[in-house]
Each structure stands twice: as C-alpha cells, then as structure tokens.
C-alpha cells in the first residue's frame, strides 16, 4: 500500500463517550450509538449531544434509517422505532444461523443489510461472519458468507456495488448488488487496511482504518488500495462518517480498546471506568456520497 498521502488535523467535538459506534448524518446532525450505555446520541455541529432513543444492552450494534425515516436497530435481532416512540421487531432473522447482529446499510432502493457473525476468537483460518438481505417485504436470506469479521458497510450512489470491511482480514471487499438486491462477483477493494466503520464519497474513495490495530490512523483509500489522505489520531477509529452542512466534514469515533478483554470485562470498563470515546471531526476533500 503506498505510504505517500496528505496529512489533516483532526478536531475533538465531543468527549465522555463509552465506545461510539455506527455514526450517520440524519437531519442536521451526526446520530451514533454509544455503546455500554445503549444511548443513541445525535451531536449537533457544537458539539452538543442529545439522548434521541435507547440502544440494546452490551456491544455490536448500530443504527440504520428506512426511506420513511423510521430508525432500525440492529443487535440479537432486527428492531423499528415507530413514530410513537415504540420499538418492533422489523424482520426475523432467526433461520440465518447467527446470533448477535452489528452493522447494517439500507440502500436506496430500501434493502437492508445487516451483517453477523462476528466472533473474536475464530478457529484459524475460519471466516464465520455472513451479510443477510432484508427486502422491503420484510424477508430475509443470507446474501454472502465466508466473512471474516464483517463490520461496516456501504453502498454506491447508484445501488450497484456493496463494500463490506472485514476486519479479521484487514480488507475491503466489494460485491456486486443484483436486482433482486443479491450479492455477486466478490472481489477484494483494498488490501492492507485495518477496516471498521467505513464511509464513501463522491469521487468513490473510503474513509477507513488503516495500518495496524494500534497506528491509530484513519485514510482515505481509492479502489485497489491506495490511500490518498490520512489523518492521525490518539486512539483507535471504530468508525467514520462524512457530512456537516457541505457533506465534507470528516466525523470520527475513537476510544482506548483492550482487544484482550473479555466482552464482560469490556462492558464493565465502558459503563464503570473512565469513559475515554470521542467524536472529532477534520475537513474532507469530498462529499459524501451513498449509503448510509
């Protein structure tokens, strides 16, 4: 991967978070989940947080809107906020062969996916995670397989390609979107990243983790892998996201992670000790574009 690229200096906006997960830009604002606290915070450009709904208990889940801007929650199931507040089950995902799903992308023409399967301890060489399609009739089925730790995902402006990181594998990996809202013609992205919550924008670059767990840098990255800028920060990005008035501010979510804890441990450290996530922010030379 080519280590020449342009240096940008990030700003904090926010501080005190557990673990900030799944930011979006939705309605003038940047809504994420802050995970060990099941808040789903929404940040205005100020920096000031409002508790918006409540998230899942624990870790691995994430926030999606549908096109008539009801929220979905992802974690052991599939949840819809009702205008009232209400939260439904939205689909059954019962018949995939998961348990625990963490992140999801509805596209434009209202399919969503969600992906599970994320086991921190997999047998070597073991790819358990998978991506599951649910249609705007509610149906579900699994649309790939073989991933190795799916985590965030997005969608081309034109609802043709799906963009999966795998974390596990520390790649980008591409799929084509059938009519039918399937999965086909999986290739490799971008090698060589070290890939989280990914978002796009309007030249077709990926703003993404790279190099390893711990370098604490975020990049934006072209198709076939060359990272075109970077920024660096003091902790590891769990996740990026592109918007602010224009669509070019660079939102970040970071926090001190101890990948040898246990998921117990973990949700003891975020809900009882020092809460170390921040959200920052730094220009962007594009706009985002896509899904979410």
Known sequence: MPSRSSAIQAKRLLTGLAIGESPRWHEGRLWCANWGTREI???????????????????????????????????QGLMRREPDGSMVPHADLSGLGVEGFNEIVVDGRGNVY????????????????????????????????GIAFPNGMVVTPDNSTLVVAESFARRLTAFDIEDDGGLSNRRVWADGVGPDGICM??????????????????GRVRDGGEVLERVQLDMPCFACMLGGEDGSTLFMLAAAWRMADSPDDNIARLTEGPRTGQLLTAPAPAPGAGWP
């Open 201 to 218: 924008d309007a030249e077709g670059a990926i703003w993404t983790g790279v190099g390893e767990f711990g370098d604490n840098l975020v």
């Open 114 to 145: 969600v992906n599970g399967g994320c086991d921190f301890e997999p047998a070597e060489g073991d790819a358990p995670g998978i991506i599951a399609l649910v249609t705007p009739d509610g149906s579900a089925r699994r649309v790939a397989d």
């Open 41 to 75: 915070l929404a940040v205005d450009l100020e920096g000031n947080a409002e508790v918006v709904a409540d998230g899942p208990p624990g870790l691995g889940w994430s926030i999606d809107w549908l096109p008539d801007a009801r929220l979905l929650v992802t974690g």
